[in-house]
């Protein structure tokens, strides 16, 4: 375990499991599928762990739902192709799907990345990829799962949140989980401070969790 004191904001945080550098990079890169809904920050610190040579990986394609997601811009500053499956031009779930499984295959993508993608999946991904799709949620699994995941743990008072790194399973925020970080919540915090602390490990942990998950 790490106790980190080099955060911007200096709380500490604590990393579960400590990863060797030397372990992080693969032989060969890992393809990856970026799915995104919002913002796209999660997107953009595995894409600056490749251009650091921390992650040997490289993004095929990003997807996004959500027209106005910014992550959309972030991908084309990175040159990475974006492509949007709005999720209201489908009949149901599965349908949406099978479209982003078709994209996701034409760009030869080997491991899914849902970095915060705001829709249930189905089975349809599942099954196209087989333990192969990674999840990052901002509390400490198996807490406060679901949507509002940071305002559930200020709601309860707990003293210690977090994030968590899992491998997917169709039940929502389940599935073997890879990596967490933890944070204490301090006596001012609000959604927004609380989140802005958790992110900083999210962006921490999310590309190591990838190239742990891809070695095994
Ligand atoms: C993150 O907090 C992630 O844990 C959750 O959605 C948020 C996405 O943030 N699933 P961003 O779009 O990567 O900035």
């Known amino acids: 375990m790490i106790f980190n004191s080099t955060l911007t904001d200096s709380t500490p945080s604590l990393i579960s499991p400590v990863v060797p550098p030397n372990l992080l990079v693969t032989d060969s890169p890992i393809k990856l599928g970026i799915m995104a809904s919002g913002s796209g920050s999660n997107f953009e610190a595995i894409a600056q762990a490749i251009a650091d ?9 990003v997807i996004y739902n959500n027209p106005n997601a910014q992550v959309a811009a972030r ?28 994209t996701l295959q034409q760009f030869n993508v080997e491991w899914l990345i849902m970095a915060g993608w705001m829709r249930l999946i189905t089975q349809v991904l599942l099954d196209n990829f087989p333990n192969q799709v990674i999840n990052i949620h901002p509390s400490l699994l198996p807490s406060f799962k679901g949507v509002r995941a940071v305002e559930q743990a200020l709601k309860a008072g707990v003293k210690i949140a ?18 967490q970080a933890a944070v204490p919540v301090l006596p001012n915090d609000t959604h927004e401070t609380l989140h802005a602390r958790i992110q900083l490990e999210e962006h921490r942990i999310l590309p190591q969790a990838i190239a742990l998950a891809a070695q095994k």
Not at 53 to 61: D, P
Not at 78 to 84: E, N, Q, R, T
Not at 87 to 102: G, Y
């Open 162 to 179: 977090g994030c968590s790194v899992h491998l997917v399973s169709l039940e929502v925020d389940s599935g073997p989980i890879l990596m």
């Open 75 to 102: 991908a084309q500053k990175w040159g990475i192709p974006a492509v949007l499956h709005n999720h209201r031009e489908f009949a149901s779930r599965e349908d949406l799907d099978q479209q982003i499984v078709q």
């Open 53 to 61: 040579k921390q992650l040997n990986a490289q993004i095929q394609v």
